[in-house]
């Protein structure tokens, strides 16, 4: 092997030709020196240790190389090398054909024929109902409690026995635009299933991390002013969709006096739904002279600027959402036509999101 | 030939498959039982001439085995279809076992009625809607909490918020509401100062429209000591530049200011947002000496 390795050295340094000789000859350095191949246990792991803190080694000089360029750039009074992104999972994200795209028509036309066209359009004012299964117990209701100051217009009523289908027809006699049913399982609230009236979707959503209100520090009493919305993430025609059947839980015209802010973020599936009370302040930064970077304002030489900062404070439950359905109708598990359904198969890429 | 008695008793007292001890009682598993317990009457291994009713798919028969067919296991049991209805049930029975112990043969008719019974209660169930139970594999449930948590920290969700409400105040969505940043509106205020009144009465018209709850919160910020432009009550005690204000308002005013947020800028800031609401009431009471003027403007 060492005779090999030798020969190829040599190789390289007399003939510097082509890429393609310097891709074969790494292969061929790859396919020798691979620990996996060795069928001894002990000069296996020693071989293993070595590549390893060879990569390390390699790893902590570019590093410094790196440093030591971009000290000298900035002493220079050049600009320093480009620096370089860190890979994530969410740039490198598996390309999904069904991300909207902001000038398209086709889901424009969409939105005005959806089911939420008539609430987004402030035809009609939201009116939640929400319900529970039916055994409710410990945090449910505490949650439910939250939630009814959470979203404006809602009311609460007891579950009794009926059918879900038979709270449909009494909903859709009663004017609602939407129904949410929290759903208990051991004694715990974990999935939310939200159906939007008169014919709209049914979301089954699953329900994890809550955090109540009382259990949050620092935190705030919400106001009966109309919230704000923030729907962050919310690329594709699905996740749009879902985002316009969240949209429609809250009123259109929200009071920015009440400077009362409802997120609902998604990351990697998963929605997380914060409440907060906001407020627009201005900080100063006081910077030095020779720190040039943090140029904000062109005010001259000041020393100290403002930059406007907004500060939240918390209040009302934390918690976060996974989809798990989306059915076309209102609920209807064994006849209704499903648009989205989650299977253990779509989790075998960590790269692959459908939100 | 008859040996009910040493099949019973080797049962009973050696090993039977069937039997089955719980702390209630000792119950027989054998389907052909009438009553389910481990009895000496109630043993269908042990009883030569026995009864049962069972059920098919919701269709009674009653079974019979009679000792002629003892040496023919595969022909043992034989099979009658029991009609849908109770009593014609009841009258098939009595029929059929005419000359049968009467023990046996109440057994059987009491097992009758409890299995329509059951009939009766399995079909108005099955019309109702059931939840199902549906089960998830540990390992899916583990791999998800991991993710959520990844996925949370992936999402600041604190910085994306501010960053968003920035991005809204940036595009304009807050005009007339916020007044930032405080120097260059200090700036043009002191530049023209008519102008200034000119805008904020508009302003207050709007406000008028949009609520008295809001006219409340106008009033006390005006009441601070800010006559002539419209503050968040927050922003206005967390800026330092209460002496800018000098030049526009009275020194009796100034000095009501001062007191009041110097304990707001004492405690912390987040009791700030509690505070305000509780100190409405009596913030309310010394304003009416003071800004009657104003009250009539907006009013």
């Given at each position: 092997?060492?005779?090999k390795r030798?020969?190829n050295?040599n190789?390289g340094?007399?003939?510097e030709?082509d890429?393609k000789?310097n891709?074969k000859?790494?292969e061929?350095e790859?396919?020798?020196i691979?620990p996996s191949?060795i069928?001894?246990?002990e000069k296996?792991?020693?071989?293993h240790?070595k590549?390893k803190?060879q990569k390390?080694?390699?790893k902590?000089k570019k ?7 971009a000290?000298?750039?900035?002493e220079?009074?050049?600009?320093p090398p480009?620096k ?5 999972i969410?740039?490198?994200r598996?390309a999904?054909e ?13 939105n ?8 987004l359009?402030?035809d ?9 299964c ?6 449910g209701?505490?949650f439910?409690?939250?939630?009814l ?6 009311h609460?009523?007891k579950r009794g026995t009926?059918?879900?289908?038979k709270i449909?027809?009494y909903a859709?006699?009663?004017?609602f635009t939407?129904i949410?049913?929290v ?6 609230p974990?999935?939310?299933l939200i159906i939007?009236l008169?014919?709209g979707?049914t ?9 109540l209100?009382?259990?949050i520090?620092?935190h705030g009493?919400?106001?009966?002013h109309?919230?704000e919305?923030?729907?962050?993430n919310?690329?594709t025609?699905?996740?749009h969709?879902i985002g316009?059947?969240i949209?429609?839980l809250f009123?259109?015209s ?8 409802v997120?609902?973020h998604?990351?990697?599936?998963f929605?997380f739904?914060?409440?907060?009370r906001y407020?627009f302040e ?5 910077q030095s002279?020779?720190?040039?970077k943090?140029?904000?304002?062109t005010k001259?030489?000041?020393i100290s600027?403002?930059?406007v900062?907004?500060r939240?404070?918390e209040?009302?439950p934390?918690?976060?959402l996974?989809l798990?359905?989306l059915?076309h109708?209102t609920f ?5 036509e ?5 299977k253990?198969e779509m989790?075998t ?7 | 030939m008859q ?5 019973w008793?080797?049962i009973?007292h050696k ?5 089955s001890?719980i702390t209630?009682?000792?119950?027989c598993?054998n389907?052909?039982n009438v ?7 109630s ?5 030569s001439r026995?009864?049962t ?7 009674f028969?009653l079974y019979?085995?009679t000792?002629e067919?003892?040496?023919?296991p595969n022909d043992?049991w034989e ?15 009595d029929k059929?076992?005419m000359y049968?112990p009467k023990?046996l043969?109440?057994?059987i008719?009491?097992?009758?009625t409890?299995?329509t019974?059951?009939r009766i209660?399995m079909?108005?169930?099955a ?14 449930k583990k791999r ?6 990844k996925a949370?920290k992936?999402?600041?969700l604190?910085k994306?918020i501010e960053?968003?409400?920035?991005a809204?105040?940036e595009n304009?969505?807050?005009?007339g ?10 700036q043009?205020?002191?530049?023209d100062d ?20 809001e006219?409340e919160?106008?009033d006390?910020?005006e009441d601070?000591?800010?006559k002539?432009y ?6 206005d005690?967390?800026?330092d530049d209460d002496?800018?204000?000098?030049d526009e ?12 947020s ?8 987040k009791?700030?947002?509690?505070k305000k609401?509780?100190k409405?009431?009596?913030?309310h ?5 003071e ?5 009539k403007?907006?009013f």
């Amino acid at each position: 092997m060492g005779g090999k390795r030798k020969t190829n050295e040599n190789e390289g340094m007399e003939g510097e030709e082509d890429s393609k000789h310097n891709i074969k000859k790494m292969e061929k350095e790859k396919s020798e020196i691979l620990p996996s191949s060795i069928k001894n246990k002990e000069k296996r792991s020693a071989v293993h240790a070595k590549l390893k803190h060879q990569k390390k080694l390699d790893k902590r000089k570019k590093l410094k190389a790196r440093d030591a360029a971009a000290k000298r750039a900035l002493e220079l009074g050049e600009e320093p090398p480009p620096k370089q992104i860190p890979r994530t999972i969410e740039n490198t994200r598996e390309a999904d054909e069904t991300v909207c795209m902001p000038d398209d028509e086709e889901l424009f036309a969409g939105n005005d024929a959806d089911e939420f066209s008539a609430v987004l359009k402030q035809d009609r004012t939201p009116k939640i109902l929400i319900t529970t299964c039916r055994f409710n117990s410990t945090r449910g209701p505490a949650f439910i409690t939250e939630l009814l100051s959470v979203i404006p217009n809602s009311h609460y009523h007891k579950r009794g026995t009926y059918d879900l289908k038979k709270i449909v027809e009494y909903a859709n006699n009663k004017e609602f635009t939407s129904i949410i049913v929290v759903h208990t399982n051991r004694r715990e609230p974990d999935a939310l299933l939200i159906i939007g009236l008169p014919d709209g979707p049914t979301a089954h959503f699953k329900l994890s991390s809550l955090v109540l209100r009382k259990d949050i520090k620092n935190h705030g009493n919400p106001t009966s002013h109309e919230p704000e919305l923030v729907l962050n993430n919310f690329t594709t025609r699905l996740g749009h969709r879902i985002g316009r059947l969240i949209q429609s839980l809250f009123p259109q015209s929200p009071n920015f006096r009440g400077r009362r802010v409802v997120t609902f973020h998604n990351q990697r599936d998963f929605i997380f739904f914060r409440h907060h009370r906001y407020i627009f302040e201005t900080k100063e930064i006081k910077q030095s002279e020779s720190k040039g970077k943090k140029a904000k304002d062109t005010k001259g030489e000041s020393i100290s600027k403002e930059k406007v900062i907004a500060r939240l404070q918390e209040c009302g439950p934390r918690f976060t959402l996974k989809l798990v359905s989306l059915q076309h109708g209102t609920f209807d598990t064994k006849g209704g036509e499903f648009e989205w359904v989650h299977k253990p198969e779509m989790d075998t890429s960590r790269r692959r999101f459908f939100l | 030939m008859q040996h009910d008695e040493v099949i019973w008793q080797v049962i009973r007292h050696k090993h039977c498959s069937f039997m089955s001890k719980i702390t209630t009682g000792i119950f027989c598993r054998n389907p052909y039982n009438v009553t389910g317990i481990c009895n000496r009457s109630s043993c269908p291994l042990a009883n030569s001439r026995y009864a049962t009713i069972r059920d098919h798919d919701g269709v009674f028969y009653l079974y019979m085995k009679t000792i002629e067919r003892a040496h023919k296991p595969n022909d043992l049991w034989e099979r009658v279809k029991l009609p849908r209805n109770y009593e014609k049930a009841l009258e098939l029975i009595d029929k059929h076992l005419m000359y049968w112990p009467k023990l046996l043969v109440h057994k059987i008719k009491q097992r009758l009625t409890k299995m329509t019974q059951m009939r009766i209660r399995m079909r108005k169930l099955a019309l109702k809607t059931r939840e199902k139970i549906m089960t998830t594999p540990r390992k899916e449930k583990k791999r998800e909490a991991r993710r959520e948590e990844k996925a949370e920290k992936a999402a600041v969700l604190d910085k994306a918020i501010e960053k968003e409400l920035l991005a809204r105040l940036e595009n304009g969505i807050y005009d007339g509401i916020y007044n930032l940043p405080f120097n260059k509106f200090l700036q043009t205020l002191d530049t023209d100062d008519l102008q200034a009144e000119d805008e904020n009465e508009e302003e207050s018209e709007v406000e008028y429209v949009e609520g008295n709850f809001e006219l409340e919160e106008e009033d006390d910020i005006e009441d601070l000591g800010m006559k002539d432009y419209h503050i968040d009550e927050e922003v206005d005690d967390d800026d330092d530049d209460d002496d800018d204000d000098d030049d526009e308002v009275n020194a009796v005013e100034e000095q009501r200011v001062r007191r009041k947020s110097k304990p707001a800028h004492e405690k912390s800031e987040k009791d700030e947002f509690g505070k305000k609401l509780k100190k409405r009431p009596r913030i309310h009471v010394e304003v009416e000496h003071e800004g009657g003027e104003r009250q009539k403007v907006t009013f």
